[in-house]
């Protein structure tokens, strides 16, 4: 008795199905990669945002303090006796903002 071999039929669609789900099993990790590069760069281009806010941090405190320094009643007394002025208590008005 011989076996007869008879050809497997694929049903409609079915080899769409397969190449469908080919693809996506290439895909899916492919994504996952892409995915994963893509917020690996977006992290780093925080951490250098980070790090430039810092470093502006710093320098906006040096600024304010310099304003400080600058604004102080020992400064304005010594810039208006260089200019031959004369310290009058009476003639000052302060401004809030």
């Known amino acids: ?41 977006s992290n780093i281009d925080l951490e250098q945002l980070r790090s430039e806010i810092s470093k502006q941090e710093g320098i906006n405190e040096s600024l304010s303090m310099q304003v400080d320094e600058l604004a102080s009643l020992d400064k304005i007394q010594s810039v208006a006796t260089e200019k031959g002025m004369s310290y009058n208590n009476d003639n000052i008005k302060n401004i809030d903002h």
């Open 1 to 41: 008795m011989t076996k007869k071999v008879t050809k497997r039929r694929f049903f409609k669609g079915e080899k769409m199905l397969y190449v469908l789900i080919g693809i996506a099993v290439f895909l899916f990790p492919v994504s996952i990669v892409f995915t994963k590069a893509v917020l690996s760069e």
